[in-house]
Nanobody, 121 residues
């Protein structure tokens, strides 16, 4: 199984910055991709950014140019640097990892517990 521990959320004023971190631990064969999703009240969970094991990145249009995703494969850690934050970025941010438990199994999705990001105007 895979356990995810997130950190770095909080309250920040518009225009400010936050950095989220997520560490994956447990017994698994490989991690295919790591990413961040968010869910605002009354809205569906949406992809914010993702990064593959080969460092290919994918961003939601709403965060391009403001957020940067990166990963440290040796530490099984993914980061989300969020700059120029806006009130509409307020949401619970969830870490997502797609991991193979063994070489014969397709990758499964694992989720963190979520961390609140609140941007005040």
């Amino acid at each position: 199984q895979v356990q995810l521990v997130e950190s770095g959320g909080g309250l920040v004023q518009a225009g400010g910055s936050l950095r989220l971190s997520c560490v994956a631990s447990g017994s698994f064969f490989s991690i295919k991709s790591m990413g961040w999703y968010r869910q605002a009240p009354g809205k569906q969970r949406e992809l914010v950014a993702a990064i593959t094991s080969g460092s290919t990145t994918n961003y939601a249009d709403s965060v391009k140019g403001r957020f940067t995703i990166s990963r440290d494969n040796a530490k099984n850690t993914v980061y989300l640097q969020m700059n120029s934050l806006k009130p509409e970025d307020t949401a619970v941010y969830y870490c997502n990892v797609k991991a193979q438990l063994n070489m014969f199994r397709l990758a499964d999705d694992y989720w963190g517990q979520g961390t609140q990001v609140t941007v005040s105007s």
